[in-house]
C-alpha cells in the first residue's frame, strides 16, 4: 500500500510551541486519539499565527481568512495524558492560493526525545464573504517566516 511520507524540510522550524494531552484528548486505547492530532495541531496554528498578529479569519488584514484545503497525517509513536507535545511549524510549499505548513509533533519524557507524528496543512487564502479562493499578496513570506 503506498503511503504518503512527510519530509521536515532542512530549514529550521519558523514557530514552536507546547501543549499537553488532556483527559479528552484520549480515546479508549488510552493514548492521543487520531481526531485530537488535527485539534491540537490546529490550536498550536492560532499560537502561530497570533505571533503574527494574523488570525485565521483576518489574515493580512485585507477582510479575507484562511481556510484548511488538506490534511496529511503521519503517525509515529503514541502519546499519553499528560505528555507535553511541542509543535514545530516549518514552511512548505507556496502557490498563488495557499500554503503548506509542516508540523513537526514532538514528545519529551524521562530525558527521551520522541517523534510522534508528522502533519501536512495545505492552507487557502479565502474570501468567506464570496466563498472563493483568492491570490495571495507577494509578501506573504514576510508575513510567515
Known sequence: MARIKITIPKQGPIFETNL??????????????HDRYLTLTHQ???EYLKSR?????????????LIMNEAVINYLNEAYL??????RFYLGDISNFGF???????KK???????????????IYFDYK????????????????
Open 44 to 46: 498550536a496554528r492560532v
Open 82 to 87: 499528560g505528555d507535553q507535545l511541542q509543535f
Open 109 to 123: 519524557s524521562n530525558g527521551n526525545v520522541e517523534k510522534v507524528a508528522n502533519l501536512k496543512t495545505t492552507m
Open 53 to 65: 498578529q494574523q488570525s485565521e479569519l483576518e489574515f493580512l488584514s485585507h477582510g479575507h481568512g
Open 130 to 145: 464570496n466563498k472563493k479562493p483568492i491570490k495571495l499578496p507577494d509578501n506573504i513570506i514576510d508575513t510567515l517566516k
Open 100 to 106: 503548506e505548513l509542516i508540523v513537526e509533533i514532538i
Open 20 to 33: 499537553q494531552v488532556r483527559v479528552d484528548d484520549i480515546n479508549y486505547g488510552q493514548h492521543l486519539s
